[in-house]
């Protein structure tokens, strides 16, 4: 009896080669049409630079240049919060409607609108709130900020310091909750017919989890069953051995 509890037990620790490789098969062709365009909701953190020939003239819309690159501030107070309308303000030109619109769309529109006030404006947006949060069985799981407009799946996994072994490649779930809108999303990362590109490209506060393997609940045997079958195996060998040198 011990022994087949001992076989089993190595046999759940044991994994196939095929669950451990990625992206088995040919990597499907992703269209530059096909690539995720990061666009703008109510609730986003902006950040909109205006730069001017003659920024004396326009001191409060310069001040942002100023500020040194090791800024603690928080996204909240560095930002423009978009209100619940799709709408932020803005000096001089006042409100513009930015939700449902991509970077380069806004980015556009209000150049265009400082345009009827200033020389030759140079407008930067950005996004401050693009995280992603990595969870399960990877080994470090956390909330990672995206500090461009686009981030991968394997790229995230690798923020997350990669899945580990106990980790599930054939069950890892993208969580993504947009626009009011909530979908699921259930990946085998050994397969490369699975990177379709809704979820090749994550979007902002995109969830991945990494379920465990089913062998993952036999590490987790408390010790004292752990040493009571090292106990009853060491003694079934030495029975065996006693019986074996008797006969």
């Given at each position: 009896?011990?022994?087949?509890?001992?076989?089993?037990?190595?046999?759940?620790?044991?994994?196939?080669?095929?669950?451990?490789?990625?992206?088995?098969?040919?990597?499907?062709?992703?269209?530059?049409?096909?690539?995720?365009?990061?666009?703008?909701?109510?609730?986003?953190?902006?950040?909109?630079?205006?730069?001017?020939?003659?920024?004396?003239?326009?001191?409060?819309?310069?001040?942002?240049?100023?500020?040194?690159?090791?800024?603690?501030?928080?996204?909240?107070?560095?930002?423009?919060?978009?209100?619940?309308?799709?709408?932020?303000?803005?000096?001089?030109?006042?409100?513009?409607?930015?939700?449902?619109?991509?970077?380069?769309?806004?980015?556009?529109?209000?150049?265009?609108?400082?345009?009827?006030?200033?020389?030759?404006p140079i407008i930067t947006v950005k996004k401050l709130n693009f995280k992603i949060?990595?969870?399960?069985?990877?080994?470090?799981?956390?909330?990672?900020?995206?500090?461009?407009?686009?981030?991968?799946?394997?790229?995230?996994?690798?923020?997350?310091?990669?899945?580990?072994?106990?980790?599930?490649?054939?069950s890892v779930r993208i969580i993504r909750e947009e626009n009011n809108q909530r979908?699921?999303?259930?990946?085998?990362?050994?397969?490369?017919?699975?990177?379709?590109?809704?979820?090749?490209?994550?979007?902002?506060?995109?969830?991945?989890?990494?379920?465990?393997?089913?062998?993952?609940?036999?590490?987790?045997?408390?010790?004292?069953?752990?040493?009571?079958?090292?106990?009853?195996?060491?003694?079934?060998?030495?029975?065996?051995?006693?019986?074996?040198?008797?006969?």
């Amino acid at each position: 009896m011990p022994w087949v509890f001992v076989f089993s037990l190595l046999l759940f620790s044991c994994t196939s080669q095929k669950k451990l490789v990625y992206f088995q098969g040919e990597i499907p062709a992703l269209n530059e049409s096909d690539k995720y365009q990061l666009k703008i909701f109510p609730g986003d953190i902006l950040s909109v630079s205006v730069f001017t020939i003659n920024s004396e003239a326009y001191p409060y819309l310069s001040a942002t240049m100023e500020r040194p690159y090791s800024d603690t501030r928080s996204a909240y107070e560095k930002g423009i919060v978009v209100n619940d309308s799709g709408f932020i303000k803005l000096p001089l030109i006042g409100t513009v409607q930015v939700a449902g619109l991509s970077i380069p769309s806004a980015t556009r529109i209000i150049e265009m609108k400082f345009k009827d006030y200033i020389e030759d404006p140079i407008i930067t947006v950005k996004k401050l709130n693009f995280k992603i949060t990595v969870l399960g069985e990877v080994n470090k799981p956390g909330t990672y900020p995206v500090l461009n407009e686009k981030v991968t799946l394997p790229e995230a996994l690798g923020l997350a310091g990669d899945i580990s072994q106990y980790g599930d490649r054939q069950s890892v779930r993208i969580i993504r909750e947009e626009n009011n809108q909530r979908k699921d999303f259930f990946i085998d990362l050994t397969k490369a017919s699975s990177l379709t590109p809704e979820i090749y490209y994550l979007h902002p506060d995109d969830i991945i989890y990494v379920q465990p393997l089913k062998r993952r609940a036999f590490q987790n045997i408390s010790p004292s069953i752990t040493i009571f079958t090292s106990l009853i195996t060491t003694a079934v060998v030495v029975i065996t051995l006693v019986i074996t040198a008797s006969n």
